[in-house]
């Protein structure tokens, strides 16, 4: 039975992910979602999977800082070759906070491109892992308009939405920001533990330590949870796991 998972990591972005897998592992991390952010990096994302079966399960997508950068075609067509024996598409979604996307037309683009990858995770009945960054409300609507499972990765937006991303049966996830951020925290108040899971975002740099997260520090998140819900941290990783788990179809 798995304990504690971290259901968000972009593993090909360590320079020594076998070092990062084996402490994991040590430390008592059960399993890892790995991501893809890109064509290139989901590429490795599926390669370091396929070498630890039952550690490592991957997700493939290009994840929205990258889109106007990747050729969306070849990703596409990679992600249909490739997303057997995979448990997800992501990292996709909108974020309208980086400064190339101020321009409506830089965003409609990223919403059709949200849309294809959305599409691309119902056709294979896959959930996705969705980055929703200051574009809350479209992210939500394209998502629930696609008909798909999946999980509002790092959510720290509005708690309006949030009721909008609970009602349409998605999963919010917590990332060691919510030992520090307000708005995360305010999510995590609010959403019940059996719509949460758990994950570092790692390598991201994590202000409040200063230096760069690994999956260890999952452990992070499960303490804070268990604080803002006043649960044990054991109940809050294993009920997390389970969510992971079932989202994700863990075999
Ligand atoms: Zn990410």
């Not at 991201?204 to 452990?219: C, E, H, K, M, Q």
């Not at 992070?220 to 969510?243: F, H, P, Q, W, Y």
Request: overall charge negative.
């Amino acid at each position: 039975m798995r304990l504690l998972i971290d259901s968000h990591v972009h593993m090909e972005s360590f320079d020594d992910p076998e070092s990062v897998i084996h402490q994991s592992k040590d430390s008592g991390v059960d399993a890892v979602i790995c991501v893809g952010g890109s064509l290139s990096s989901s590429k490795v994302a599926k390669r370091l999977a396929l070498e630890h079966p039952g550690y490592l399960y991957p997700a493939l997508g290009v994840h929205p800082s990258e889109v106007l950068k990747d050729d969306i075609d070849a990703a596409i067509t990679y992600l249909r070759e490739n997303l057997d024996g995979c448990i997800a598409v992501g990292e996709i979604g909108l974020d309208y906070a980086y400064s190339f996307a101020k321009p409506k037309d830089v965003r409609a683009k990223m919403r059709e491109i949200f849309s294809r990858f959305l599409d691309v995770a119902s056709e294979f009945d896959l959930p996705a892992s969705i980055h929703s960054r200051s574009a809350y409300k479209d992210s939500l609507e394209l998502a629930a308009g696609a008909g798909i499972e999946g999980v509002f990765h790092w959510y720290d937006g509005p708690l309006h939405t949030l009721k909008g991303i609970l009602d349409a049966g998605f999963y919010v996830s917590a990332t060691p920001s919510v030992a520090y951020s307000k708005g995360a925290r305010a999510v995590m108040v609010e959403a019940p533990l059996d719509r949460i899971l758990v994950e570092t975002d790692s390598p991201v740099y994590l202000r409040n330590l200063a230096r760069r997260s690994t999956p260890v520090d999952v452990r992070i998140v499960v303490d804070a949870l268990a604080e803002l819900k006043g649960m044990d941290a054991s109940e809050v990783s294993r009920v997390t796991a389970r969510n992971t788990e079932r989202l994700f179809r863990l075999p």
